[in-house]
């Protein structure tokens, strides 16, 4: 089992920043492909970010490339997702998720998912 608990989410004005840190615990972190994904009421799960287990790899939805940035460090266990140039449609709940394998954009590749973060933009 791992366990991710994320933390960084709050209100920020457009234009604005913010970093989400996902805390893992339970497994060998850099046995672990990471990835953020993004909800809102009433919508899918949508990707936002990905990155390969030593970090070297990473990759982006289309809405958030070159605003968003996700890193790890596997010394800590932690990923991040630094986001930059907010907008209202980035509010979501965030969520940070693991897999033992190759990463995904889908979410139903994911075996472990933290309990959510809000990031909410305003206008």
């Known amino acids: 089992q791992v366990q991710l608990l994320e933390s960084g989410g709050g209100l920020v004005q457009a234009g604005g920043s913010l970093r989400l840190s996902c805390a893992a615990s339970?497994?060998?972190?850099?046995?672990?492909?990471m990835g953020w994904f993004r909800q809102t009421p009433g919508k899918e799960r949508e990707f936002v970010a990905g990155?390969?287990?030593?970090?070297?790899?990473?990759y982006y939805a289309e809405s958030v490339k070159g605003r968003f940035t996700i890193s790890r460090d596997n010394a800590k266990n932690t990923v991040y997702l630094q986001m930059n140039s907010l907008k209202p449609e980035d509010t979501a709940v965030y969520y940070c998720?693991?897999?033992?394998?190759?990463?995904?954009?889908?979410?139903?590749?994911?075996?472990?998912w933290g309990q959510g973060a809000q990031v909410t933009v305003s206008s």
């Open positions: 998720a693991a897999v033992s394998a190759l990463g995904s954009s889908r979410p139903t590749h994911y075996d472990y």
């Open positions: 339970g497994r060998t972190f850099s046995n672990y492909a």
């Open positions: 990155i390969s287990r030593s970090g070297r790899s990473t």
